[in-house]
């Protein structure tokens, strides 16, 4: 770790915390008012971080370097007079993938002021499960939220009950993995299937659940069906099609050219949970989190450590919620 990347957190007047995301980086304005909810103020400043890193160009690095620190420095405009070391900075998606997120963090701050904390994909998916086990379903389920360059995922065995996790396969990160194949339609889809399911075999469920899909990929099916239910059938024609026609018309030029391969990731989820459907509420992950983070802040006292309290609130949470995962299933007789 570098040599000192805690971060206080004084929850009185103006606060201030940086979602450094695969797409984007997330400013997020709260202002605290005596025994009422805190009011916030987001804005998102677009950027192309996973693109560089996954693109893997001679000049990544630097390049990635620098995009970070320019986009950072456009956010102290929305900050005013906060001093950037008292910002809680938050790193997720393709961040967690850098080999030497210390040096990097450290860089950064001698460059901006502000000092990036790696935010893993098992502490965000964890309170996302703190949220959705106080909530009544129908179970058992399944969460996934599909990121450009993680996919964290909740299970709900039973009520308040289950599991949490992240995997390394993402819109953005899969679309470069699968760019050489884009050109024949069987080798694209064998390619991209064997990517997810080399993923998604590892999730701890091996009975039928429901699917919920979070996120921006999420907005974008239930934008184009103008349904939150999917089906798996018109989830993998809209894929076949997609690759013959291409995706459709209306998206917007970051969101089309990882359309493809956000289709394959939800169509590869259904599969590996046995589901004829899917229910999709892309805004159930992530105009949330912030609500969740200032939870988890408000919890003892007024000013402390950010990583100690999610630290022990984890492992709290492990110790009401954790149940044992599903029994693989037995293998089939030969007759």
Same mark, same amino acid.
């Given at each position: 770790m570098p040599e000192s990347n805690s971060t206080q957190i004084n929850l009185e007047g103006r606060f201030a915390l940086l979602e450094l995301g695969s797409n984007s980086l997330k400013v997020h304005e709260v202002f605290f008012k005596s025994k009422?909810?805190?009011?916030?103020?987001?804005?998102?400043?677009?950027?192309?971080?996973?693109?560089?890193?996954?693109?893997?160009t001679d000049?990544?690095?630097?390049?990635?370097?620098?995009?970070? =620190?320019?986009?950072?420095?456009?956010?102290?405009?929305?900050?005013?007079?906060?001093?950037?070391?008292?910002?809680?900075?938050?790193?997720?998606?393709?961040?967690?993938?850098?080999?030497?997120?210390?040096?990097?963090?450290?860089?950064?701050?001698?460059?901006?002021?502000?000092?990036?904390r790696l935010f893993s994909g098992d502490e965000e998916a964890s309170l996302l499960a703190g949220t959705l086990r106080k909530q009544t379903f129908e179970g058992p389920l399944a969460f996934f939220d599909i990121g450009g360059a993680s996919l964290n995922w909740v299970w709900l065995k039973e009520e308040g009950r289950g599991l949490w996790g992240s995997l390394p396969i993402g819109s953005i990160r899969?679309?470069?993995?699968?760019?050489?194949?884009?050109?024949?339609?069987?080798?694209?889809?064998?390619?991209?299937? =064997?990517?997810?399911? =080399?993923?998604?075999?590892?999730?701890?469920?091996?009975?039928?659940?429901?699917?919920?899909?979070?996120?921006?990929? =999420?907005?974008?099916?239930?934008?184009?069906f103008s349904s939150h239910i999917i089906s798996l059938n018109a989830l993998r024609h809209l894929t076949v099609h997609s690759l013959e026609q291409g995706p459709p018309p209306e998206l917007p030029p970051e969101r089309s050219e990882v359309f493809l391969s956000g289709l394959v990731i939800a169509w590869r989820i259904m599969v590996r949970a046995k589901a004829q459907e899917i229910y999709v509420e892309p805004r159930m992950v992530h105009d949330g989190l912030v609500y969740r983070l200032l939870r988890l802040l408000h919890l003892g006292s007024s000013q402390s450590d950010f990583s100690e309290k999610l630290k022990a609130y984890t492992l709290k949470l492990k110790s009401e919620m954790e149940v044992e995962a599903d029994a693989p299933p037995e293998p089939a007789a030969l007759d």
């Open positions: 009422q909810t805190p009011q916030v103020e987001t804005h998102r400043l677009p950027w192309r971080v996973a693109h560089l890193y996954f693109g893997d000049d990544a690095d630097s390049a990635f370097l620098h995009e970070v =620190a320019m986009t950072l420095c456009r956010a102290q405009h929305f900050l005013g007079d906060l001093d950037p070391s008292t910002v809680l900075c938050l790193a997720t998606g393709v961040f967690r993938d850098l080999p030497d997120f210390d040096s990097f963090a450290l860089k950064i701050r001698e460059q901006t002021g502000f000092f990036p899969n679309e470069y993995h699968l760019r050489e194949h884009r050109e024949f339609l069987a080798d694209y889809l064998k390619q991209g299937t =064997a990517l997810c399911d =080399a993923h998604l075999k590892e999730l701890p469920f091996h009975r039928s659940v429901r699917v919920v899909v979070t996120g921006g990929n =999420a907005r974008v099916l239930k934008e184009h």
